[in-house]
């Protein structure tokens, strides 16, 4: 499955941005589904993830409650609706995929997801 991130931009602290991840080659709905960022000098972080088998959603504590993840009704095309941004928020945000469900302990592990989008730049101002 290839998948293509866009939405990011520059905002102002307290703004919103929604990110979209668009599917080709594979059956969207038959992949568990993350939202990770990398903010420079940093390791990369999930952030958000939605399990195929059963669509548990899952966040990191660092944006429950600010950001949300929903789908188009086709399944092709997922978003992340991010709202009350701060400046920690800045990084470059990544979609990705993997065929297997979720797990509470391990959904946000990096090496889990196997496909990947290009990511989208989100700067959020001070």
């Known amino acids: 499955v290839q998948l293509q991130a866009s939405g990011g931009g520059l905002v102002q602290a307290g703004g919103s941005l929604r990110l979209s991840c668009a599917a080709s080659?594979?059956?969207?709905?038959?992949?568990?589904m993350a939202w990770c960022r990398q903010a420079p000098g940093k390791e990369r972080e999930c952030v958000a993830a939605?399990?195929?088998?059963?669509?548990?959603?899952y966040y990191s504590d660092s944006v429950k409650g600010r950001f949300a993840v929903s789908r188009d009704n086709a399944d092709n095309t997922k978003y992340l609706q991010m709202s009350s941004l701060k400046p920690e928020d800045t990084a470059v945000y990544y979609c990705?995929?993997?065929?297997?469900?979720?797990?509470?302990?391990?959904?946000?592990?990096?090496?889990?997801?196997?496909?990947w989008g290009q990511g989208t730049q989100v700067t959020v101002s001070s």
């Open positions: 990705a995929a993997s065929p297997l469900p979720l797990h509470s302990l391990y959904w946000n592990t990096i090496s889990g997801y196997l496909y």
């Open positions: 080659g594979g059956t969207f709905s038959r992949y568990s």
């Open positions: 939605v399990g195929w088998s059963d669509g548990t959603v």
